[in-house]
């Protein structure tokens, strides 16, 4: 669902058309991310060659000149039923603009 919301919002806001082929491609990437961070850390420690390699390649990337880069996420504490958030904001040089909790 993400990669299909960037593809919308790629498309009504900077005019830019991803294939079908870019947008299968970037959700299959992000589920594969949220599945090895859903590994308990005893599995973690045993990960395939294959898996320390593109997680080694998983990198911040700047946003494009003249843009901010928003990254977010999240906890749930199913004990105690709170949830934290949290966010940062980006400049195209990577440097710091905003945080919040």
């Not at 919301?5 to 991803?18: L, P, Y």
């Not at 060659?49 to 749930?76: T, V, Y």
């Amino acid at each position: 669902m993400w990669s299909i919301w960037q593809q919308r919002s790629k498309r009504v806001w900077d005019n830019v058309r991803d294939t079908h082929t870019q947008v299968v491609t970037r959700g299959s990437e992000l589920l594969l991310n949220w599945q090895l961070t859903q590994k308990p850390a005893n599995e973690a420690n045993i990960r395939s060659g294959a898996d320390r390699k593109l997680q080694a390649a998983i990198r911040w990337k700047k946003p494009d000149l003249n843009c901010f880069k928003c990254n977010i996420d999240a906890s749930f504490d199913v004990v105690h039923h709170r949830v934290g958030i949290g966010m940062c904001i980006k400049d195209d040089m990577g440097s710091y603009v905003l945080a919040k909790t």
